[in-house]
């Protein structure tokens, strides 16, 4: 079964540094790209950025560029998305997704269940 | 970058209706579009992708339709697990950029 399992849950103060994973399983995880989607409470969803696994070429979202670093290990087949000093507002839902096929440009058709970070003091 | 714009943002219905989201492109995205529902809690799961292409396993009563700039997402007849908030998304480009949602909610 082809699956994105992300970890847990997570509590931290502004200022804080966090780095979420995303573990794929059931493919070649080297070839597909791994995106990663905010979710605010109550909000839309938003694309950060999208990384393909087998040479790390990575895009980013313009609102999102500068903010956070996406990486990805292919020899563990896990991506991450990371924060070097958190802010309030980066409290949301973050959910891994995986594109259909080999190409960056297709529908998200895997997702994980997703990350809640709680920023609070 | 590609904005996309749904309405409504909020549709009051009830079971059996039929129900029309529609979905703008700021401009052509030819039909690199896709649906998703989302429930409470739960991950996005994808109902429609190329505009007009049902997903595997999505019940039949969902049906997309469009290209350019225009698209819309029907739903022929409500059923009590359709009431959740779903968004368009284009993947034109690197940006995905989603739709704001239109909440589904029982009359």
């Known amino acids: 079964e082809v699956q994105l399992v992300q970890s847990g849950a997570e509590v931290k103060k502004p200022g804080e540094s966090l780095k979420l994973s995303c573990k794929g399983s059931?493919?070649?995880?080297?070839?597909?790209?791994i995106a990663w989607v905010r979710q605010m409470p109550g909000k839309g969803l938003e694309c950060m950025g999208i990384?393909?696994?087998?040479?790390?070429?990575?895009r980013y979202s313009p609102s999102f560029q500068g903010q956070v670093t996406i990486s990805a290990d292919k020899s563990i087949s896990t991506a991450y998305l990371q924060w070097s000093s958190l802010k309030a507002s980066d409290a949301a839902m973050y959910y891994c997704?995986?594109?259909?096929?080999?190409?960056?440009?297709?529908?998200?058709?895997?997702w994980g269940q997703g990350t809640m970070v709680t920023v609070s003091s | 970058d590609i904005q996309m714009t749904q309405s409504p943002s909020t549709l009051s219905a009830s079971v059996g209706d039929r129900v029309t989201i529609t979905c703008r492109a700021s401009?052509?995205?030819?039909?690199?579009l896709a649906w998703y529902q989302q429930k409470p809690g739960k991950a996005p799961n994808l109902l429609i992708y190329?505009?007009?292409s049902l997903e595997s396993g999505v019940p039949s009563r969902f049906s997309g339709s469009g290209s350019g700039t225009e698209f819309t997402l029907t739903i022929s007849s409500l059923q009590p697990d359709d009431f959740a908030t779903y968004y368009c998304?284009?993947?034109?480009?690197?940006?995905?950029?989603f739709g704001q949602g239109t909440k589904l909610e029982i009359k």
């Open positions: 997704a995986r594109p259909r096929g080999n190409g960056a440009l297709n529908v998200f058709e895997i």
């Open positions: 059931g493919y070649s995880f080297s070839s597909y790209w």
């Open positions: 990384i393909y696994p087998g040479d790390s070429d990575t």
């Open positions: 401009q052509s995205i030819s039909t690199w």
């Open positions: 190329k505009a007009s």
């Open positions: 998304q284009h993947y034109n480009t690197h940006s995905y950029t």
